[in-house]
């Protein structure tokens, strides 16, 4: 190798530490791959308005629904891998959609490199009031009995919602009707018009609506009650163990940032989360916040590509 190689190279090096440390010094993008109002663009903001005040840098949302939040994805997936673009991805675009969307733009696990796993979500199975259900008991006992008249809106074709209806369906034979949106807050909003029925969503964005008796709340993914959702049983409790679908969201970068602007990143979100005054909130409108490490994260990633993977396999389910 000649000097000057040998110098380049020793001060490309040298040039990454330096880099984390002026890192930001131009505002940042955070693109969130659903429309405004929903459960994902609530927890960005949440963040990049802790961030923005931390670093004295803007960190700005761009929402770019549709796809399935595959729009939002493959743009983020395109961007300079310096740290100046960040994505918050979750379940849909980073495992999901792997197995559901034939002809996908990007590889989630070539084209970013994890960062952190923010929050884990349950999931809601919701009602308009004019459906004539209080329990998930009641649901499946409708739904068996008019098989094909009952619908579900979720944010996206392939999303955590739409494979919830796909497991709940097959684990209790009823047939309900998916109904896609861009997002979830346009689902939100038409539920609670009754233009549709019921709703699988997270609870982030309809506690609300569902303390104003707008919604109706039937049953809850996960373990255990939600604190913001006391009065609403879990699926298992219902009467349906095993059943979970629970959704979650981490940041992530394309492939080739600097690993000290991963860490730096990583160390600022993971601080958010840790700030008492965004875990309160996230607790109110039910949702658990994590800050794991980038390889944490990577892992747990892995694990939800073999769940969901089979999930989607034995369904046959496929967009082209």
């Known amino acids: 190798m000649s000097s000057v190689r040998v110098l380049a190279a020793v001060l490309a090096v040298w040039a990454l530490p330096c880099a984390a440390q002026n890192y930001p010094n131009k505002p940042v993008r955070m693109i969130v791959p659903f429309a405004a109002g929903g459960p994902t663009d609530i927890l960005a903001r949440m963040m990049a308005h802790k961030m923005t005040e931390s670093w004295g840098q803007s960190v700005l949302i761009d929402n770019r629904g549709g796809g399935g939040g595959m729009i939002g994805a493959d743009a983020a997936a395109k961007s300079a891998p310096d740290g100046y673009t960040i994505f918050l991805g979750g379940i849909t675009t980073l495992v999901m959609s792997t197995y559901i969307h034939k002809n996908r ?7 970013f490199r994890p960062v952190t796993f923010t929050t884990r979500q349950p999931l809601l199975l919701m009602a308009h009031p004019s459906l004539p259900v209080k329990s998930l008991k009641q649901f499946i006992a409708l739904a068996q009995a008019r098989p094909g008249d009952i619908n579900y809106a979720t944010s996206g074709p392939g999303g955590s919602g739409h494979l919830a209806g796909v497991l709940l369906s097959g684990m209790t034979k009823i047939n309900i009707v998916h109904v896609p949106y861009r997002g979830a ?37 996960g373990e255990k009650r939600s604190a913001a959702l006391p009065q609403v049983p879990t699926f298992a409790e219902s009467g349906l163990p ?8 981490g940041i992530v970068v394309p492939t080739g940032t600097p690993r000290p602007v991963i860490d730096r990143l ?33 892992k747990f990633i892995d694990a939800e590509h073999v769940k969901w993977g089979k999930v989607v396999r034995d369904a046959g389910i496929r967009i082209e």
Do not use: C
Request: avoid cysteine; charged fraction near 25%.
């Open 105 to 111: 733009p990007y590889d989630d696990r070539r084209d």
């Open 242 to 249: 095993g059943y979970d679908a629970s959704t979650w969201n």
């Open 185 to 221: 807050a346009p689902g939100i909003n038409d539920l609670i018009a009754g233009q549709v029925q019921t709703m699988f969503g997270s609870p982030l964005a309809v506690v609300g609506h569902i303390r104003a008796g707008r919604i109706h709340a039937l049953a809850i993914t």
């Open 266 to 298: 990583h160390g600022e979100i993971v601080k958010v989360l840790r700030d008492p005054t965004v875990r309160e909130r996230l607790a109110v409108d039910g949702s658990e916040p994590i800050g794991s490490t980038p390889e944490e994260f990577a």
